[in-house]
């Protein structure tokens, strides 16, 4: 190969890679199809992994399931944008309401979100927080969470509080 030729072709085959490694997609997320993954601070702190499943929810709502159903895990439930008809998730942010709010009428129109934790020995629920779809069709979602989350314990005289972050790409079954 002529060296007039070498140059310009090892530029554009730098510019190519490195274009081609800055295009987004779902491997973003650090998970595979099917899985989430999340990390608790505060008050009980772990790391949980497992499936991932996007399910419709009464109401027009999307329902998101991560763990098994025997298992701890988060459940997720928000009003999508534009509903109109059947439930489908789509790109956006959702902040966390509280659940007696997730049917009222809101002035914003904006969606809401609830989201309940359950572990082994405790259940707590979403105070603050969002989740961003980033990924969302073809019966598929895909984003990220931060949940500030309160246990549901009224026996305990002050409750426990932690943090969950996370990523996640959710199919449905």
């Given at each position: 190969m002529p060296r007039c030729l070498a140059l310009p072709l090892s530029l554009t085959g730098l510019c190519l890679v490195l274009l081609l490694s800055g295009c987004g997609d779902a491997s973003d997320l650090g998970v595979a199809a099917g899985r989430y993954r999340?990390?608790?601070?505060?008050?009980?702190?772990?790391?949980?992994?497992?499936?991932?499943?996007?399910?419709?929810a009464r109401d027009a709502r999307v329902g998101l399931e991560l763990g098994t159903r025997d298992g701890p895990g988060l459940s997720m439930e928000f009003t999508p944008r534009g509903t109109g008809g059947a439930p489908d998730a789509a790109t956006g942010r959702y902040d966390v309401v509280r659940a007696a709010l997730l049917n009222a009428p809101r002035t914003d129109s904006l969606p809401g979100l609830?989201?309940?934790?359950?572990?082994?020995?405790?259940?707590?629920?979403?105070?603050?927080g969002h989740v961003s779809i980033t990924q969302a069709g073809r019966g598929a979602v895909g984003g990220t969470f931060t949940l500030e989350m309160t246990e549901q314990a009224p026996a305990l005289p002050t409750s426990r509080t932690i943090r969950v972050t996370g990523s996640l790409r959710a199919r449905r079954p």
């Amino acid at each position: 190969m002529p060296r007039c030729l070498a140059l310009p072709l090892s530029l554009t085959g730098l510019c190519l890679v490195l274009l081609l490694s800055g295009c987004g997609d779902a491997s973003d997320l650090g998970v595979a199809a099917g899985r989430y993954r999340l990390q608790i601070q505060g008050a009980v702190p772990d790391t949980l992994a497992g499936p991932a499943v996007l399910r419709s929810a009464r109401d027009a709502r999307v329902g998101l399931e991560l763990g098994t159903r025997d298992g701890p895990g988060l459940s997720m439930e928000f009003t999508p944008r534009g509903t109109g008809g059947a439930p489908d998730a789509a790109t956006g942010r959702y902040d966390v309401v509280r659940a007696a709010l997730l049917n009222a009428p809101r002035t914003d129109s904006l969606p809401g979100l609830v989201a309940f934790l359950s572990l082994p020995d405790a259940r707590f629920e979403a105070t603050e927080g969002h989740v961003s779809i980033t990924q969302a069709g073809r019966g598929a979602v895909g984003g990220t969470f931060t949940l500030e989350m309160t246990e549901q314990a009224p026996a305990l005289p002050t409750s426990r509080t932690i943090r969950v972050t996370g990523s996640l790409r959710a199919r449905r079954p």
